[in-house]
């Protein structure tokens, strides 16, 4: 993971000095435009030739993907430690549930983080615990009180942050205040012992009006020290869609050219089956290649694919 000096480092270097608002404005025009004539035919061309996993290699590097997620606002402990369990042991206790690996992590609200910590430490896996916060699911919580929920969950035992970008200020331009909360929440992530939680940034992409501007707000994030920049938040009218992963996975291929840093993608809201997260891993292995078919690279936000992945198990069982 990239180090605080690095990014700090970086973003001079592309900015040819601080962050202004002429700066980011000046930058962001210069990343390759998203033209919707060109996308949309060369994505559905790509989903045509996506092939979903037939066995249990390709089911396991599927479930390894997934971030197991429950926000739900009635959830209660006793629902989290249950998740917790399902992603450690997804095909569930028997004889042959070793088929499937744990999950990437469990995704939970912040108040949550204390036991789901502990129920994760007692299993021992090796599954990341991430919480939303600051502000989740619209971003328009006062700076302090996002920045006490950051605090909050990493002060819990979070591995890693899911916060959502100030989606009012990219519409309107003001590209200083986007940059300035996700450089924040990069600051806030780091531990006392030098350690540090890994950040995930939501643009909402379902509600947002333009390619150009999911492919701005992406570039943004990843300028002020994202190591994922993900697309919905699941709570939004719209969720995940082939094309606006697709606008996020090139902002991240220009990143990483511009860069050398690698960085990852987490596809959000309505990813349900299996043919679905196919045709999703096809666009990352054509604009990343096949290194981005990783948990370093892509994750799945969801609950329901779990589900589908342990029903195409039956046939194979």
Known sequence: MTDLTTV??????LLDGPPT???????IDGVPHVAPEELEPWVSAQLAQARPPVDLAGLGVLTGLIDLTSLAPDDTPERVRDLVARAVRPAGETADAVALPPTAAVCLHADFVAPARQALDAADAPVALAAVAG????????????VAEVRHAIDCGADEIDIVIDRGALVSGRLADVHAWVFDARRLVERGDGSRALLKVILETGELPSYDLMLAGAFLALL??????????????????????????????HWEAETGQPRGVKIAGGVRTVDQAAGYVRLARTLLGDDAISPARLRFGASGLLDDVVRRLDPLR
């Open 8 to 13: 700090l480092e970086t973003s001079h270097r």
């Open 21 to 27: 608002e002429a700066r980011l404005h000046e930058l």
């Open 224 to 253: 002020g020290g994202a190591d994922f920049v993900k697309t919905s938040t699941g709570k939004g009218r719209r969720g995940a869609t082939p094309e606006a992963a697709a606008v996020l996975l090139q902002a991240v291929a």
């Open 135 to 146: 502000g989740f699911p619209h971003g328009r919580s006062p700076l302090a009180a996002k």
